[in-house]
């Protein structure tokens, strides 16, 4: 695959989305976030974004004038703001940003957003605050999709709801981007179109089957992703499902009952600051004997050693800084398209 660097990515999506109407202020963020989703080896919520936040914004689905934004304030931790479907990464970027302004002064901070555009990865968010110390969590629902079923239900009725946090250590952050569903809808969708299996059977067929083809969750009718935990102990992810409807939709008071259409989220953002808890140190200490603990655990397979969330990702990241990303080929079609539909035709060149 050919490797495209950082500063290329950067100034291509920047311009596609100043010409497509968006603020510079939310281009820019908008495309960092993009841009660091790949860099951790999340290519399904990368760049390959970038075409469908541009039609978005074209049609006026989406919003790049991050003065749409309204916000109320709940007391001097909590803020519920309505991002009138702005680029999703502009308003969790400074959902977080808000959060941690407030988590130095009480130790805690949140924001509830209620009709954001699509966030992107959730991973891509959680360096910068991590390295300050703080512990960001991301929660997020789409109310205009369903794609997962109940526990011991055939009929999707809400979306993956993944949760990530970061944890800071001195040895090994921890940064997790957990889906409560078995495996994310663009993963099911990238299958499809490649018409190759899924590694496990986490699809769940309109007859009540679990199936490793991906062809079973768009059938007619249509199937659905199994919770996490799958056909045995998919009660689990189920409940933590609803836990991250409960948080998102329902604590911004705009969700599934409304009956949204096109692409959106709701997000809760969360984070935390250790310093004014037990104290920094204390907290370092505590996560630092954690992460050695699970490192130094024998392994099943020797070549195959404990590793923590996040690793792998941060690895591919400094990798891909230094040598630039080699982005798949479904990724640049999509960027392709954006660019050939726009005033910098003829620019795929990294």
Same mark, same amino acid.
């Given at each position: 695959?050919?490797?495209?660097?950082?500063?290329?990515?950067?100034?291509?999506?920047?311009?596609?989305?100043?010409?497509?109407g968006?603020?510079?202020?939310?281009?820019?963020?908008?495309s960092?976030?993009?841009?660091?989703?790949?860099?951790?080896?999340?290519?399904?919520?990368?760049?390959?974004?970038?075409?469908?936040?541009?039609?978005?914004?074209?049609?006026?689905h989406?919003?790049?004038d991050?003065?749409?934004?309204?916000?109320?304030?709940?007391?001097?931790?909590?803020?519920?703001?309505?991002?009138?479907?702005?680029?999703?990464?502009?308003?969790?970027q400074k959902?977080?940003?808000?959060?941690?302004?407030?988590?130095?002064?009480?130790?805690?901070?949140?924001?509830?957003?209620?009709?954001?555009?699509?966030?992107a990865c959730?991973?891509?968010?959680?360096?910068?605050?991590?390295?300050q110390?703080?512990?960001?969590?991301?929660?997020?629902?789409?109310?205009?999709?369903?794609?997962?079923?109940?526990?011991g239900?055939?009929?999707?009725v809400?979306?993956?709801?993944?949760i990530?946090?970061?944890?800071?250590?001195?040895v090994?952050?921890?940064?997790?981007?957990?889906?409560?569903?078995?495996?994310?809808?663009?993963?099911?969708?990238?299958?499809?179109?490649?018409?190759?299996?899924?590694?496990?059977?986490?699809?769940?067929?309109?007859?009540?089957?679990?199936?490793?083809?991906?062809?079973?969750? =768009?059938?007619?009718p249509?199937?659905?992703?199994?919770?996490?935990?799958?056909?045995?102990?998919?009660h689990?992810?189920?409940?933590?499902?609803?836990?991250?409807?409960?948080?998102?939709?329902?604590?911004?008071g705009?969700?599934?009952?409304?009956?949204?259409?096109?692409?959106?989220?709701?997000?809760?953002?969360?984070?935390i600051?250790?310093?004014? =808890?037990?104290?920094?140190?204390? =907290?370092?200490?505590?996560?630092?004997?954690?992460v050695?603990?699970?490192?130094?655990?024998?392994?099943?397979?020797?070549?195959?050693p404990?590793?923590?969330?996040?690793?792998?990702g941060?690895?591919?990241?400094?990798?891909?800084?230094?040598?630039?990303?080699?982005?798949?080929?479904?990724?640049?079609?999509?960027?392709k398209?954006?660019?050939?539909?726009?005033?910098?035709?003829?620019?795929?060149?990294?």
């Amino acid at each position: 695959m050919k490797r495209y660097t950082t500063a290329w990515l950067e100034d291509v999506l920047v311009t596609l989305f100043i010409e497509a109407g968006a603020s510079r202020e939310v281009s820019e963020i908008t495309s960092k976030i993009l841009i660091e989703g790949d860099l951790l080896g999340h290519h399904t919520h990368g760049v390959k974004l970038a075409n469908g936040y541009l039609q978005d914004l074209k049609s006026g689905h989406a919003s790049g004038d991050h003065n749409a934004l309204t916000s109320k304030e709940v007391s001097s931790v909590a803020t519920l703001v309505d991002g009138h479907y702005i680029l999703g990464p502009y308003l969790v970027q400074k959902a977080l940003e808000r959060s941690a302004t407030a988590a130095r002064k009480s130790g805690i901070g949140i924001v509830s957003i209620k009709r954001s555009h699509h966030i992107a990865c959730l991973a891509a968010y959680l360096q910068t605050f991590v390295e300050q110390g703080l512990m960001p969590i991301i929660m997020t629902s789409d109310p205009a999709v369903k794609s997962v079923a109940p526990f011991g239900g055939k009929s999707p009725v809400y979306t993956p709801n993944p949760i990530a946090m970061g944890i800071p250590s001195r040895v090994q952050p921890i940064m997790m981007d957990v889906s409560m569903s078995t495996v994310t809808n663009g993963s099911v969708a990238k299958a499809h179109a490649e018409s190759t299996m899924l590694a496990h059977p986490v699809i769940l067929t309109n007859t009540g089957l679990a199936s490793a083809d991906p062809a079973d969750f =768009f059938s007619d009718p249509k199937g659905s992703i199994l919770p996490l935990g799958g056909i045995e102990f998919g009660h689990k992810g189920f409940a933590m499902g609803l836990m991250v409807e409960a948080l998102t939709s329902a604590l911004g008071g705009f969700g599934r009952k409304d009956e949204p259409s096109g692409w959106g989220a709701s997000v809760t953002v969360i984070v935390i600051d250790p310093e004014l =808890f037990a104290g920094k140190s204390a =907290f370092l200490d505590e996560t630092d004997y954690l992460v050695k603990s699970c490192l130094n655990s024998s392994p099943i397979d020797s070549q195959n050693p404990v590793r923590m969330p996040g690793q792998a990702g941060l690895g591919r990241r400094k990798e891909y800084l230094d040598q630039g990303i080699p982005l798949p080929n479904d990724v640049v079609a999509e960027l392709k398209k954006a660019i050939d539909d726009s005033s910098i035709k003829g620019r795929m060149e990294g």
